[in-house]
């Protein structure tokens, strides 16, 4: 299956951002693509940078005109569409949300990001509420869609979930990057830790995995930091953790990458994890920690 990535540069200017999109998300259909992915909270610049209550007009409705937009996108196009979006539930309560659309235009469904992080420069609990839709994985033309959001991306038991509910594919949607102070050997540790657990979901479960991350510099509204450069590395990976694509970190990048859902069937005979499962003694993992 031909799938599109998107690694894109945000400004503040949305209505610019959603048409660069529209732009990419045309050029990747006429070229094949049947299934394309965005970044997260690809409308806009990473806001959660700061604790600003004005931030919260950002986030939109589902449906609304901006679902409507990739609605359009998805039907014009042909193809199946995942997008991340800043979603209004209801006053005073909001979630980062995954909406996946398909060919026809029709909302697939949504996932709302359960793993919020709450670190410098990545204040997303003063944001979002956590999920409510559980680690359910999405049906659509193209086939079971286990979308997850970035901080999610860090726990094995969300993956795993996932490919127990029949996902075909894990896909992350992502807006992570590097903070200045970070020395160069530091930055590095990170990026790779970051592809090498993901890597590690495939492998695990014998699935694909699609991230797209963005990229470039958002400086910090407060001035109390240097701002996050976006580290992109946007990356496709096989059931067996190979590289199928790996994008640069520091440039944006619109590509096409085949992927072969047929080939998790065989990699699962090959290493079949989920039969040698302990089942029996994992109760312990619905705990918190083990105190002695």
């Not at 659509?140 to 094995?156: A, E, F, H, K, M």
Request: net charge negative; with cysteine; hydrophobic share 35%.
């Amino acid at each position: 299956m031909l799938t599109g990535i998107i690694q894109q540069h945000n400004t503040p200017d949305i209505a610019d951002n959603r048409c660069r999109l529209g732009d990419k998300i045309k050029r990747l259909a006429d070229r094949g693509a049947r299934l394309i992915v965005l970044q997260e909270l690809h409308d806009s610049l990473y806001f959660c940078q700061i604790e600003s209550v004005d931030n919260f007009d950002l986030a939109i409705t589902i449906p609304s005109a901006t679902t409507d937009y990739y609605s359009a996108l998805a039907r014009e196009n042909g193809v199946v569409l995942v997008t991340s979006l800043f979603e209004r539930r209801a006053p005073g309560l909001y979630h980062n949300t995954a909406v996946v659309f398909e060919r026809d235009g029709s909302i697939a469904g949504r996932y709302r990001k359960m793993h919020i992080p709450d670190d410098p420069a990545y204040y997303e609990k003063f944001y979002f509420t956590p999920g409510d839709l559980g680690f359910e994985p999405i049906d659509t033309s193209v086939g079971r869609l286990g979308v997850l959001v970035c901080w999610d991306q860090w726990y094995p038991e969300a993956a795993r979930l996932m490919a127990m509910r029949g996902a075909q594919m894990l896909i992350y949607p992502t807006a992570i990057g590097w903070e200045s102070t970070d020395s160069p050997e530091e930055k590095q540790r990170q990026r790779e830790a970051w592809t090498t657990v993901q890597r590690g979901h495939a492998v695990a479960n014998g699935l694909p995995v699609i991230t797209v991350n963005r990229v470039g510099h958002e400086p910090d509204p407060s001035g109390a930091t240097g701002g996050i450069q976006f580290w992109g590395s946007s990356f496709v990976a096989g059931p067996q953790g190979e590289f199928l694509f790996r994008a640069p970190d520091d440039t944006e990048c619109e590509t096409l990458v085949e992927v072969d859902l047929s080939r998790s069937e065989q990699v699962r005979r090959w290493w079949p994890f989920l039969r040698d499962r302990r089942i029996d003694h994992f109760a312990p993992l619905a705990k918190r920690y083990l105190d002695e």
